[in-house]
């Protein structure tokens, strides 16, 4: 049975220090770290082993799934990294701190920019110091000054459907390592929530998330593996 594991980076630096990230490329912290052992770990214990990886061009998804891997003797196995799969971009937001902005903003305003599904946050500025559009990993692609989570899924769906679904039908048992909102996006997708309630849906850093495929490519129910 064609089998799709999820897991979210574990805990980064930015997570830590209560900054907003998205695009910006910053490492898992040492927690971040045994939260990613812990996955691979698990994924060993549980017999789930990856046959082939996917990944963001981002540090704390890489880092994660290598840690993953070597955990559970699968650094080997082939790896895809690909931009559509990083994190939403934050826009003028990148890099604050979430608790001064919303001292600033107010609660509401910040809560709309976190977890509404379509109203992405203020465009970050041309030349500003988190503006990615010259980093070389991006060469030829028209990085986003903002995303909102429905924008995020309009570069993971096609990326999904054309690129990692078909592996999935060869038999792979495909690992994503992601981020919050990328994950969301499949989420979604997959397990069929609607605009409304995928806002509420939180996911842990670490934790893999596991899908099962029917001959039809139908998935299952989610669930987590350390529940299993
Ligand atoms: O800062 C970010 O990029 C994301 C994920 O950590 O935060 P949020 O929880 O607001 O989606």
């Avoid at 030349?127 to 000054?145: E, H, K, M, Q, W």
Wanted: aromatic fraction near 8%; hydrophobic fraction near 35%; charge should be negative.
């Amino acid at each position: 049975m064609p089998t799709l594991i999820l897991v979210r980076h574990g805990q980064s630096e930015w997570n830590l220090a209560n900054r907003f990230t998205g695009w910006w490329d910053v490492d898992v912290t040492e927690k971040g770290v045994e939260e990613a052992r812990a996955a691979g770990r698990l994924l060993k214990g549980k017999g789930v082993m990856p046959t082939l990886a996917f990944t963001s061009v981002q540090k704390r998804a890489i880092v994660t799934l290598h840690l993953a891997l070597e955990e559970c003797e699968r650094l080997w196995i082939p790896e895809v990294k690909d931009w559509r799969l990083n994190e939403r971009h934050y826009g003028g937001l990148t890099g604050l701190n979430k608790q001064e902005t919303r001292d600033k903003h107010g609660d509401e305003q910040v809560h709309i920019w976190r977890r509404s599904f379509d109203v992405p946050p203020p465009p970050l500025e041309k030349g500003s110091t988190f503006d990615l559009s010259d980093d070389p990993r991006y060469a030829g692609i028209d990085v986003p000054d903002t995303e909102s989570l429905k924008l995020t899924i309009e570069r993971v769906l096609p990326y999904w459907e054309s690129t990692i679904l078909p592996e999935l039908e060869k038999g792979e048992t495909v690992i994503i390592s992601a981020h919050g909102n990328s994950l969301r996006a499949l989420v979604k997708h997959l397990s069929n929530i609607s605009d409304d309630e995928i806002t509420g849906l939180e996911i842990p850093t670490g934790q893999p998330i596991i899908y099962q495929f029917d001959d039809a490519m139908k998935p299952g129910e989610r669930y987590y593996l350390k529940d299993s």
